[in-house]
């Protein structure tokens, strides 16, 4: 597996583009991500009840074909708790893009949304970003540019590709993603699309992107809220495969890797891009019982603000995370639990690190990226979580959001 720079433009059979058409004030607010061929589908959605629109829609257009050619999808406006008018709104979204595509079925395009809870999309607005996008067609794509359209309150695009043999053939993979506050998995809570032309059938690519989503995306959190309109969608047109592959293919794993690559690369962006977020932080938990458990204490720590608030203010307060620990659900032996920053010690044995001062310790806790390794010592399973600290600025952000 190869590491590319190309972004979305690497794949082959695909038009990328993004625009800026009226929503926002500054910035894209428009992507388009077209296939020359129907392309078959995945995805993976939502699990918050509050389910927006788009959601809907492009769940029901799945359902129906397990193929899309066409994803368009509006930053700035959620198109969330908006009703019967909601619904109708992203019918003729889909039904706007397909006309200026030429796609027959509306049915085979996706449709996803983001941005303020509440307010109606200005259709007229989308009508002229998908007429501007098309403009584009077919000579110049710009994956850089659809990374950007669909970010909010993010600070940098997210944008993921590689290279891989499947049959010999070398086949391309690429991914971009959204995603800053309101970050809680369960699939997770953000937007992002992936495209590979590789030749996939349906059953396998949803397999294989199920079981990314949960080694990537659904390891992340920022402030453990879920939203209302997150996916994650996966399209495969086979412009470079040889033949459709399945999952009892002997080259199945090495699509799973390159996916599972890309997925892990766009969801440790999104945990570094936490809203007001100055430190990156992977929370690995070692010898629970199970991998329940091991997940519990994990996330208990990663979401605790008294945790997230003492990492950026540097303070080295190891209490804040064994009391987050104790509090996870799990039935724990505080005696058995060491703690490692970085590799340095905090806590062996339930106790503090007696060898060093807290000044010696709160260098170590000045670095921008730190792993917490908590060693529970009851047994051999593990898991992580990736994660940011809170700021000054994530207050300020999510009190004027709307």
Request: charged share 20%; hydrophobic share 40%; glycine share 8%.
């Amino acid at each position: 597996m190869i590491q590319q720079s190309g972004g979305l433009d690497i794949v082959e059979g695909f038009f990328t583009r993004g625009v800026h058409c009226g929503i926002k004030k500054s910035n894209n607010d428009l992507a388009i991500i077209f296939s020359e061929i129907p392309a078959t589908a995945a995805a993976v959605f939502t699990t918050n009840q509050v389910c927006a629109a788009p959601v809907n829609l492009t769940r029901r257009n799945l359902e129906k074909h397990h193929k899309f050619q066409l994803v368009v999808i509006n930053s700035g406006v959620a198109n969330a708790c908006t009703g019967s008018k909601g619904v109708d709104d992203a019918i003729q979204m889909a039904q706007m893009a397909a006309r200026e595509f030429n796609i027959k079925d509306p049915s085979l395009v996706a449709v996803a949304s983001t941005g303020v809870i509440g307010d109606f999309l200005p259709l007229n607005k989308i009508e002229i970003g998908i007429k501007k996008a098309h403009d584009f067609y077919p000579d110049n794509p710009s994956g850089h540019d659809t990374a950007r359209a669909i970010m909010t309150t993010d600070t940098f695009k997210k944008e993921k590709a590689v290279s891989f043999f499947i049959d010999g053939q070398e086949c391309n993979m690429a991914g971009i993603a959204k995603g800053s506050g309101m970050i809680k998995p369960n699939m997770a809570t953000m937007l992002g699309f992936i495209i590979t032309d590789a030749a996939i059938d349906p059953k396998s690519l949803q397999k294989a992107l199920k079981g990314a989503v949960d080694m990537s995306f659904n390891r992340v959190t920022v402030d453990g809220d879920t939203s209302t309109n997150d996916m994650v969608l996966l399209m495969a047109n086979g412009k470079r495969g040889k033949m459709m592959i399945n999952e009892n293919h002997p080259d199945f794993f090495i699509f799973q890797e390159a996916l599972n690559q890309v997925c892990q690369d766009l969801a440790k962006d999104i945990a570094r891009d936490g809203e007001g977020a100055t430190k990156f932080i992977n929370v690995v938990v070692q010898k629970a019982r199970n991998e329940s458990e091991a997940r519990a204490v994990a996330f208990t720590v990663a979401e605790s603000p008294l945790v997230k608030t003492a990492f950026f203010g540097e303070d080295p307060n190891w209490g804040r995370i064994m009391a987050a620990v104790g509090r996870s659900g799990i039935s724990i032996q505080p005696e058995k639990i060491n703690i490692v920053f970085n590799g340095v010690p905090f806590v062996e044995e339930g106790m503090g690190n007696q060898k060093m001062t807290r000044n010696e310790l709160r260098t170590v806790v000045q670095t921008k990226e730190l792993e917490i390794l908590i060693d529970l010592g009851l047994g051999s399973a593990s898991f992580n979580v990736w994660t940011c600290d809170f700021s000054y600025d994530y207050v300020k952000i999510n009190s004027h959001y709307s």
